[in-house]
DNA sequence: AATATTTGACCGAC
DNA sequence: GTCGGTCAAATATT
């Protein structure tokens, strides 16, 4: 158990999977430039993704492996910065946000991913309230948070007893401009790919014009980075993304899981949706998210697969098995 | 009727 | 004790 052959095995099962799926997405991207491509040809890419992800989850792997893996990166896709924090409170985080927008922020912790969005709502077609996303949510709280203006809203997943997934959200209107929204994203959605497979053909086009009104509404100011600061291209949230981050590229081991932002993934060159994001894992999101009775019986993937330790990972998994690639 | 939202209560962390 | 997050009953909406 846990021999260098087990280990380089399963290295090249990662490579090979992570190259079939950065494929499948720049045939995603591609397929994306038309409307009517999602309805039909995109939505078999959206599977292949799927399954990809499935297995790279499966594999604890679900973006870039830090572990001396080269992984390629679609041009048309763009991973957030390794850009280091040190750890500190979340008003100070914020505070941090502001003085410097545009730069993504990753922290690093053990198990779940979170990571914060600011979003400018243009007041024109955003209309009211918090901007809209590919996902349905259904709220199940609100707080008034202390030194804010604005109550943060917390949303789930619609589909969290129908389908067990686990993706919440919580949504708070800046103090300083009623117009941008910090919007915090925990966990992964887990219900989208499946619930599209039910759905009729005029949802999917629903979900494509709200795609594009997202676009226009979501934009933001953009502003050059510095070349320093610029680690990697602008961002643009892919449909099915999944990420794996860590702060430090020396900490291989510590690969700390996937997440799959709900937005739109876009290879032009127009506005980026998003002028922040923040990422952060939480170590204590874990066990908050699986302390939930509704158990997730549709999906291998989830809070539980993606904090497993790569160490945990079993050579034996049967990969061969003819249902594994589904 | 089914589904979504509101909102006070509750709970764990600090 | 406070605070943030979640629950769940009541209420609203579809």
Partial sequence: MGSEKDCDQSNNLMIELTQGRELAKQLRDHLNHTCSSLQSGGFLVERILSSYEKALSMLNFTGVYLG????????????????????RSEDSERNSIRDQPHKIVLKKRKAALRWTEQVRVDPETGGEGPPDDCYSWRKYGQKDILGAKFPRCYY?????NSQGCLAI????????????????YRGRHTCMLASNAMQ???KRQKLCTLQQ???QSLKVKSEE???????????????????????SLT???????????????????ESNLFSLIDFQSLESD??????????VTNSPIGDVDFSLDPIEFDPNFPFDSPDFFV
């Fill in 200 to 202: 009729p053909s005029e």
């Fill in 286 to 295: 874990h066990t908050e998210i699986l302390s939930n009775p509704t158990s």
């Fill in 251 to 269: 900490e291989s081991s510590d690969l700390i899981g996937s997440f799959s932002p709900p937005f739109i993934s876009s290879s032009t060159s």
């Fill in 213 to 215: 009104e997202v676009k």
């Fill in 225 to 247: 980075l510095d070349d320093k600061e610029q680690i990697f291209p602008p961002f643009t949230l892919p449909q099915t993304e999944s990420y794996i981050f860590s702060d």
């Fill in 68 to 87: 001396g893996i080269q992984c390629t990166i679609s041009s048309s896709e763009s991973i957030p910065s390794l850009a280091n924090s040190s750890p």
């Fill in 169 to 184: 959200k919580q949504v708070q209107k800046s103090d300083e401009d009623p117009l941008v929204y910090e919007i915090t």
């Fill in 156 to 160: 789930r997943c619609t589909h969290r």
